[in-house]
């Protein structure tokens, strides 16, 4: 079955960085868009980044630009996320997301348009 496994997470003090990982199994990895949601208590699930297919376009949510960069291998079936300058209000449970919906590189990954979810991550940014 799919399994999308992040790792990564954990306590950092604001101004600091984090890379989360995610590694992607049972599924052809080169054919889904990928992205990182975040979620909060009591607050929606939230947008983050995505990255295309081939992993030439990315496209960031306004709180994530200039500052977290996402990628992917699509060798090692993984996608990551590179978090600099963290914020206390990055602190959330970080989740990998892939989509076989074709289309949407260049706007926020809709969270119908998900197939797959890991389980998540914490990332804790202390001030």
């Known amino acids: 079955q799919v399994q999308l496994v992040e790792s990564g997470g954990g306590l950092v003090q604001a101004g600091g960085s984090l890379r989360l990982s995610c590694a992607a199994s049972g599924l052809t990895f080169s054919a889904y868009s990928m992205a990182w949601f975040r979620q909060t208590p009591g607050k929606e699930r939230e947008f983050v980044a995505r990255?295309?297919?081939?992993?030439?376009?990315?496209y960031y949510a306004d709180s994530a630009k200039g500052r977290f960069t996402i990628s992917r291998d699509n060798a090692k079936n993984t996608v990551s996320l590179q978090m600099n300058s963290l914020k206390p209000e990055d602190t959330a449970v970080y989740y990998c997301?892939?989509?076989?919906?074709?289309?949407?590189?260049?706007?926020?990954?809709?969270?119908?348009?998900?197939?797959?979810w890991g389980q998540g991550t914490q990332v804790t940014v202390s001030s």
């Open positions: 990255v295309n297919r081939s992993g030439v376009i990315t």
């Open positions: 997301a892939a989509s076989g919906f074709a289309g949407g590189s260049m706007r926020n990954m809709a969270q119908s348009e998900v197939g797959y």
